[in-house]
């Protein structure tokens, strides 16, 4: 399968532990995005990536958040501190950028549940 | 106000039916517009993109994007009960380097066989 994955695709935690996800884009593609997306709402930007580099974070991501993409392949996410709020759909994203198009192909998503 | 608004749901029609699903934005600076069809508990699932004002037709879908009323419409013919799922749709702006997508709150479409 050449799409997006995320693992896990189901994590459990109680409230004050940290948590840490794992993207892999389709692999020649230079840009990876992070969304959060909560029950009966569209995804919302959280951060991006062009190859290593973060370029943009959203307000969404508080200090609790960080964001990682060694290497330009593979992206963390990891909460610290996770908070009953923090409950969502984690999605990942990663589009190749062409001077015509920056088509984002989006993971199965993985859905925390903080209790 | 939202910088996107999608019609509210849940929509529910016949097998066979003919439907509409809507959004409206705020930002002209929109410039790409996408459709994404997301069933239960996985992740979006690209079905139009579209840039330009008109319509761009993909087998039973139909995308159509009216800029100067800010205004963009799928249209599904022939729904089948495997439509069932919540569309979303979305867009973004190519000024500056972020290409982030800006979503509508999504539609639950339901077909009934």
Redesign the interface.
Known sequence: DTG?S?DPRHKITKRGQNVTFRCDPISEHN?L?W?RQTL??????LT?F?NEAQ??KSRLLSDRFSAERPKGSFSTLEIQRTEQGDSA?Y?C?S?L?TPF?????????T?LTVL | QKEVEQDPGPLSVPEGAIVSLNCTYSNSAFQYFMWYRQYSRKGPELLMYTYSSGNKEDGRFTAQVDKSSKYISLFIRDSQPSDSATYLCAMYMRTGANSKLTFGKGITLSVRP
């Open positions: 997006v995320q840009r995005y969304y009966g709402q569209g995804p919302e930007f991006y062009q370029l943009e759909m999605l994203a589009s950028r198009t920056d088509t984002q192909y989006f993971g199965p998503g859905r």
